[in-house]
């Protein structure tokens, strides 16, 4: 199946009605018995999903549809699981079939993760397995890093490697400034769905600040290795300044920031 068009967040709701329609007459016995339909809906689901991903203003009916359903959801609903009960539950079944529905949302994003297309999806799940195989790769407990050192791999990062700044040497508003003892803060950016972006406010909460960091050193560490990521905390633990170039060379070697804003702004005089 190739990707639907969608223009307008009224394509995403009628999409969604007509993959609520569909999941009904599967379940009504015609279909009750195909995996193949099964794995079909979730490729309506997924092309749903990538759409919504790609521009986030196909997302506009998606909470006022839960609501007219009384689907359970909150500010921290993902937005596949969102799409997954619109699709699959109802009010009296989305208790029961709970775990289910988390399942069909596990597959949205992983396979969103690993690149995969509605065109692929089919064959993807058939190539795990089925649904309830698809689950993240999990590395050992012995080689994992705390939050706490995720943030701290992120902070040596940044801190040893100014070339790494995605935006730098810009004069720091006051309401950029990080909180007293710190060096970092955050900032809400708006697409302005024109190629530009609008830092539209600043937040240097400290709770807030190390969970960004934390989430930055899990992407480095994915990039460059944990046992690398790891090597840099030990080294920098025990003092001991050889397995701390060695380690930071290494992330420096692999590391490379997401995303680019060009040429640099010059700092004010």
Known sequence: MQNNTFNTYNDVTNALDAARKARKVWEQGVFASSN???RALLVSAFDIFQACVANPDLTG??????KHFNLKHSKNTSLELKIVRLVFADET???????R??????VLTLAHEDNQTPATLDQYIQDKGGIDEIRRTKSGKSNELKAQQYATVAKKQFA???ETGLFDAFKLPPELKPANGNRYSLALVRDNQDGT????HGLNTNSLVEKALEEVGKVIAKQVGEQA???????ASQHHAAAISEAMQTVNSAYKPELSLGEPVPAAE
């Open 36 to 38: 193949e339909k099964l």
């Open 160 to 162: 040893n490697t100014p």
């Open 229 to 235: 990521a790891q090597s840099l905390l030990t080294g």
């Open 101 to 106: 529905l988390l399942s069909y949302a596990r």
């Open 197 to 200: 972006g609008t830092i539209v």
């Open 61 to 66: 009916g998606i909470t006022e549809l839960l």
């Open 93 to 99: 079944t989305q208790h029961k079939h709970k775990q």
